[in-house]
């Protein structure tokens, strides 16, 4: 078939090749920014298989230090008893005899690694010699290890030899298991992230579509029913948007609400990053919306201070850099209700008839220090009709 002009090479099957309009557009994963794959699911079960190897790891060595710590006191016990009734001469063979069998426990709890085969600590790198660093066997994984890195450890009057790692594998695995705040952490993390993902999507394709359609309005543009419908259909966008930008910013609430503990550095650092970047995204995508112009007597007016520039971003107001103040609540600010017991949906509507409000006023003014009388006139007719709408919804209630 003949191909349309903008026919591209097909992401999706790896290999370059012209395809029609339809068959890029109706593929998996097109949007109109681009094409987008969802990595999560490769990652979580990658994270799945290597949570469960260390846990599993630890599982081991956790059963072995037990069972090791379990022959040992019996050992311990055995060896007491049988010094307190043998004499002086008797107990000393006996205690040379017992650390042979205390090591005979402790070897068969684990192979350990052959001296001769360890040249340098696992841990520290540093090389193994007969009068500085001496070798050194872990209890647990039986690997060679120096005396700083796999130090001797009092396990209730027993003393036992334990790397580093295999002490932190045990302890992370015991925080993990024992730690019942961190799974409502990461429940409650993990609900709003998904929550978060799917309005950030939502925004990430409509967005386009209202700036789109934003760029079409001008002061000095013919008004047409095609041009109506434009401007009808991106108030409806700019609605959906504010509605989930609105959304996006209670979510950063409600991280915020989040209880951790103090010593949970690593949470801390996650949920200020988490909501640094939700300023960051929201800072950075809703500049657009209060540029959308009002259409009266078939005109476009836009308010001069927020027209499309070239840097759209200066006239924004800026978010403090500290992330606990959030742009939005700067942004919606400036829709402030003055009554609380009208519903949402009125809520908004007044809150849009305020801002448009606000800004005939100042056109007036501006237009009244100009003297354009023409312009007057149909300024103060549009104020009645919005004051008049004001004042509709608040009687309503
Ligand atoms: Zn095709
Ligand atoms: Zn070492
Ligand atoms: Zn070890």
Known sequence: MKLDVKANHDPVNGFMCRVCQICYESREGFTSYGYTTDHTYLFTSKARKFNERVSLEACRLLKRKEKLLKSLSEENNKIKRSSSTSSMFDSRLSSLFAVGSLQRIEENAVPWQPNDEATHCPICFQAFNLFGLRRHHCRLCGRVICDFDAPEIDENGIKLRQCKECVATITRYMHKTSDSNLDSFSLQICKIYKELCKEIQFVDGTLPKFNGLLELFSSNCIVTD?????????????????????????????????????????????????????????????????????????????????KVDDKPLESTPMVSSSPSVSFAQTFFSLFKTESQSISEDDKEKLSIFEFQKNQVQNYLQDAMKSRRLDDVQSLRLSLKEIENEINRIKNKN
């Open 226 to 306: 095609k041009v109506k419908n434009d401007y009808h259909s991106a108030n409806i966008l700019r609605k959906s948007l504010s509605d989930s930008f609105v959304r996006i910013d209670k979510l950063s609430k409600k991280i915020k609400l989040i209880t951790i503990p103090d010593d949970a550095s690593q949470r801390h650092k996650l949920v200020n990053s988490l909501i640094h970047s939700i300023t960051l995204y929201l800072q950075n995508h809703m500049f657009t919306l209060p540029m959308m112009p009002i259409l009266k007597n078939n005109k476009f007016i836009f308010n001069e201070n927020d």
